[in-house]
């Protein structure tokens, strides 16, 4: 009896610090996702593994989780049949095995979707998520600064090359990027983090130090939001904000933004660095270029339209298993005489790439979690602070929902991992606010 006791002990202890390092690993993963994504990836990889083992693969039995393992399943069918059977001539010299690498994009992420429930299922741990993402901000944040104010142009590599920090040479056209490549991928990151800031600006009631420093965190963010002239940004940024604090908000965004031109007006003034500006000559008129609409006429010449249009077309012509994955750009050519990477709306994407009934499937797994998390969450607002955290994280997942619609930032590696983190935390909200739990008084587990 004594031996049994012993040994129950013993697994309990090597569980419970199993888990810890698991959770470790897990932030740190977040920490060096912006900057390092090997060593992010690396860190994460451990933390999966440890998750599985610890549930004992538990979350695999989840449906929702179910569900999207299916759906990988039909992607990977999918991306087989291709390499096998498709013998479009347009694609004569393509290397099909590259529509293979594409599913890295996706069937790694479904795994770390599940397994990192793990680490998200309780608020205090999606509390310190969100920390550790905001800290590995800051770096975004400064490269911007060195890009924008004082013209450090990389770009600089490390680790054989495996860690870049871009830091592009800003050109007519074009806005702040910061480490990333694309000034849209930086404004998808920052604008997740907008709604994240606002939680942890709220969480202190009074002006202490880290009060202080969140806000400055918050005013550069969005300051930097602007310069990188992504409307997808902006756009993200007004309907995350509509989303946590209502109609009112966005008087209180424009007065704010008002204030904050006229604060760092000032700056210029009195500090003798000609490099700090708010907006540089050829950014204010790109900025104004983008938000112009000149005749509502013209609405269907606009590029992202005749893109989508010529996408559908395609789409039509083979709905059930789609062209491929990576032969857009080529198949693309072909139909419209237009050079474009991508269809600038992921549910077109999956659908052109994977065939219809892929792309719907997929499509209405993450609407119909978005959907219901919602409904959940609004009709749970007892806790003040659990309320607008969860609102708050649903508002990131919202910027990122609304950014696929007009564009795809999601084959950047760093992206894409952000994104299905806070959708595996959003899955944690759903199962928390479920009303029939609530009424049972259960709470979500996975071990």
């Excluded at 056209?173 to 942890?200: A, C, D, K, R």
Aim: aromatic share 18%; hydrophobic share 50%.
């Amino acid at each position: 009896m004594k031996i049994t006791t012993s040994l129950k002990n013993k697994i309990h202890y090597f569980s419970t610090n199993t888990e810890k390092i698991g959770q470790k690993f897990f932030y740190l993963g977040t920490f060096f996702l912006a900057t390092a994504l090997p060593i992010s990836g690396l860190f994460f990889l451990i933390a999966i593994l440890i998750s599985f083992i610890e549930t004992r693969f538990k979350l695999l039995r989840d449906k929702w989780n179910l569900s999207l393992l299916f759906i990988g399943g039909l992607l990977l069918v999918n991306s087989i049949r291709f390499t096998i059977l498709n013998s479009d001539e347009r694609l004569i010299g393509f290397d099909k095995v590259t529509s293979l690498y594409s599913l890295f994009n996706w069937i790694p992420l479904f795994i770390l979707f599940i397994s990192f429930q793990y680490y998200l299922k309780t608020q205090s741990k999606r509390e310190i998520f969100v920390k550790y993402f905001i800290s590995g901000t800051i770096p975004v944040i400064i490269s911007c600064l060195l890009q924008s104010w004082f013209k450090i142009y990389g770009p600089f590599r490390t680790l054989w090359g495996l860690i870049v920090i871009f830091n592009k040479q800003i050109e007519n056209n074009q806005g702040v990027s910061g480490l990333f490549s694309n000034q849209n991928y930086t404004g998808i990151w920052l604008t997740i983090s907008v709604p994240i800031l606002f939680f942890l600006i709220n969480k202190y009631r009074s002006f202490k130090i880290q009060k202080l420093i969140l806000i400055f965190i918050l005013l550069i963010s969005i300051y930097l939001i602007f310069l990188t002239l992504s409307r997808n940004a902006y756009i993200g940024l007004v309907s995350s904000t509509l989303l946590i604090f209502g109609l009112k908000s966005l008087l209180f965004l424009i007065f704010f933004g008002i204030i904050f031109y006229f604060i760092f007006g000032i700056l210029e003034i009195f500090i003798p660095i000609k490099t700090i500006q708010i907006l540089e000559g050829h950014q204010i008129d790109s900025l104004i270029g983008k938000l112009r609409i000149d005749n509502i006429s013209d609405f269907l010449e606009f590029t992202r339209i005749k893109i989508w249009l010529n996408t559908l077309g395609l789409i039509i012509q083979k709905p059930i298993f789609g062209y491929g994955a990576s032969t857009f750009s080529i198949i693309f050519y072909e139909f419209s005489n237009l050079k474009m990477q991508h269809s600038h709306n992921m549910p077109l994407q999956l659908a052109y790439e994977f065939g219809m009934p892929i792309g719907l499937l997929l499509t209405f797994f993450i609407s119909f979690l978005f959907y219901k998390s919602w409904k959940n969450i609004f009709k749970n607002k007892e806790n003040k602070i659990t309320y607008l955290f969860n609102k708050c994280w649903l508002a990131s997942c919202l910027v990122a929902i609304l950014n696929h619609l007009y564009d795809i930032t999601y084959y950047d590696g760093k992206i894409s991992i952000l994104i299905w983190i806070f959708f595996s935390g959003l899955k944690c909200i759903l199962e928390e606010t479920d009303p029939k739990k609530l009424k049972k008084g259960l709470s979500f587990k996975v071990n």
